[in-house]
């Protein structure tokens, strides 16, 4: 073997982890495998884990209509068969073919009013999070800003390009503005520039919080004094019964936020679609501007090229069928979640009594909608209770410290609500009250 | 506006561009839109530029046709309704759906005996490329090494992340194994880690050139000996006539090479749909190993999470129908592009005597198939010459400096052959003389 001159060690032939980025060692990555061979390794327990929507309402045969919808379109807008063979079989244009039907749909269901030219079509809301966070962290002086506990997709993509996070804590009731303005002025003193905040404003994974009106004109209203933005992602507002509160992006006057939306709940996760909305003019330095939107579409360039013109095809088939209005498309699945989120408090109410709760420390939110609920208990919620949890007890559930970027949480545990029939709820609520009782006797305080 | 003690200037409310990653501001996606522009500003040009493929073969019903296949296929393997609807309908495996399919079409299309844990199902060759980058390159002190001229994808992706590069100078026939040494050399005694080596060994973009059977094994050698990755990237070899060499992949004994995979140019750009085989064993340092691919994994899962389940049933009922022999398939298409390129070849041949070549300092290569060739021109075949051909010639092509990570090629362009007409040729030839001979003429060294 040639040892040349100049280099660190020779040249191994095997590759070690260790040689690899550090985003491959990511404990949360760690973590995600092990609840994954729990849910492997004990089959008949009833999982609280899975985030998953629920697929009964999908007819594997829609796909085959809602393709021919987007055709027809296609065809009814002047295509010739051509110009529709080229929409799906090639290249499409990487900021996506959809858009127009994307800003319909928003401006219906949301209120959000955009042009088309400020969406960018991606590949689910986990690429809209890559493109966004690659434009603003420039260099090592570049914060992002993330409630904890935090999505593990914004924080996993940060991991990814070498992007400093700074966690903004939440209270038991989710978002507090000033915990963000501490925070801001913590990495500020560091000599960090804040460039954006992320949040999940509605219903938010992993704590099922929901910010105020008044929370999300506070957090605006801070934005623009502060100069930072805020990524808004919410997926799971349309599939919650009732009428939500406006989304950030709505009451966003000033060019303040990134909304960041997913398709996965709405329509169906298989079409890996979603998109940003990136309305924000960006000075060119030459004299001209151009939207943020176009700079995200430049560095999709570099990571898909472009969203598969045959899911958007899909999406825009299911889109066109609704007129544009998820919302109503999605009034059965909002109804079946309302329905589970409902039954798994009425459960869990009915396992404990108010002393046995008081006594034991056990307590758990009451959201009004999305997919969890989080739950504080009284010993550590690890890895190693969730094995004696699914061993002994039959019930999984996800560790809350998974989603506390820089540690926390460890009392704590995301119950999902979203994959459970009525029947695993009231016995997986059963199962985690027997499996929480035996835990406190133990008094394992650490583990 | 409160300014914070401790930032280092007033937080902007309005973006710029240089405040954002110096991705967005790489020169080469100016270029690319000056192409851009071009080709939209004289839509009556013909143009060597688009590397597309020919889409004459394409009826957009077979994708319903491929798409049922799949089903059936899963319904054939003991796939329940529900099951099958979730193998469309919700999210997939982070490694895809379809790795059997594609392991088996390796092997009978490319001789590639690798199983399918070792494949990843990417959102096209481009992440593939992306997340291999992205595994390998763990810190400032690795460099990733390119054939220059390079296919920009890759160093579009190196850019994303921050990534050093250095460029292996290629000859006029392409690869030469002494630069590759050389370059090596140069980086470790700056202190750098050379990572891989990222090449086209077959009908290159952008410069048409194949490497030889002695010059792949050469590489293999110095690969295993200097401890380093060869990523092989081979789009065009399946659409080329005749018998190709074997890829690397085919010939690689000791785990040396990454083979990113594509199936935009056999099968269909639109599904988006590309793979790389990593059988590379990673120790974890803790004892275990395993491969390459499952650290690929990981990464996609903050990137896009999946591949679509929809995208890939395409594919999958597309590899189904041809038994895997995607080469097979791929007859029409492989003579339609080799009689492109003779065309290309003989109009050019046509256009120009030996004498006036010789005379003027015009020449171009032979490529064997492929949908590329390189041309060297007596003057700086850059954006001002681009615009006198298209406005004053009719004729458009691409400045082959675009493709050289550091520079040069300043005296060449790139032609493609893949989306032309036997007509078109014929006339864009003559125009393509007509502008070389009056550029000549204008003794334009440098514009």
Redesign the interface.
Known sequence: ??L?????R???????????????S?PV?DTMNFLNEITHRYPEAISFAPG??Y?GF???EQ??TH??RY?EHLAGNGHT?AG?????????PTSGRIRDLVADSLAKDEGIDVPPESIVIT??A??AM?LTL??????P?DVLLVSSPCYV?IT??A????AEVGAVDEEEDGFACAALEAA??RE????R?PRAFYVIPDHANPSGTTMSLEQRHALLDLA?????LVLEDSPYRLVSPGRQLPTLKALDR??RVVHLGSF?KTL??????GFVVAD??????RGGAGL?AD?LT??K???????????QA?VGGMLLAAGGRTRELNAAAAAYYEQAMRGTLRALDGCFTEAERAALGVRWNRPSGGFFLAMRVPFHAGNAALARSAEHFGVIWTPMSYFYPLGGGDRALRLSISYLSDTEITEGAARLARFIRAEAKEGRAAC
């Open positions: 073997m040639a040349v001159a100049g280099q660190a020779a040249p191994s032939r095997a590759l070690g982890r260790a040689d690899l980025h550090a985003s491959v990511d990555l998953r929507p697929d999908f007819d594997t796909v085959f393709l021919r055709l068969d529709i063979r080229d929409a799906i079989f090639q290249y499409g590949v689910g986990q690429e890559l690659r434009a603003l962290i420039a260099g002086q997709g996993g993509a991991r990814l390009l070498d801001l002025a500020r003193a560091r000599g520039r623009d004094r502060e100069g930072f000033t060019g996965s169906f996760p298989g079409a890996r679609v924000q003019p960006v000075a060119d330095g943020l700079e430049k560095i360039s570099m990571v898909t090229v472009n969203t598969s013109p045959l899911s899909v």
